[in-house]
C-alpha cells in the first residue's frame, strides 16, 4: 500500500512537467491506477482487522476522492484535445 499510495502523488507530480497533453493524461492515468490499487490494499487491510471501521471509511473515502478529481481532470483535459 505504500508503493502504491504515494505513486499517486509522485505521478501527479511527474505530470506537472508533461511533454504533451497525451503524456499529461498518460500519467495521471498511471496515478489513477495506483489510486485503485491502493482502494484494494484498503479493502485487504480493513478486512483482516489491521485497520477498523473508522480508520477504513476516512482513508478509503480521501483515496476516493482522490480518484475522482484524476478522473475529472482526465475527461476535461481529453475534451479539450
Do not use: P
Not at 508533461?18 to 487491510?45: H, P, V
Request: proline residues 0%.
Amino acid at each position: 500500500m505504500l508503493r502504491s499510495g504515494t505513486s499517486i502523488g509522485a505521478n501527479v507530480r511527474e505530470s506537472v512537467n508533461a511533454q504533451s497533453r497525451m503524456d499529461f493524461i498518460n500519467k495521471l492515468n498511471i496515478a489513477l491506477k495506483e489510486a485503485n490499487e491502493t482502494e484494494y490494499w484498503l479493502e485487504l487491510l480493513h478486512e483482516s482487522g489491521y485497520l477498523n471501521d473508522s480508520e477504513y471509511v476516512s482513508v478509503y473515502n480521501d483515496c476516493g476522492k482522490i480518484a475522482a478529481t484524476l478522473t475529472k481532470i482526465i475527461k476535461t483535459t481529453k475534451s479539450a484535445i
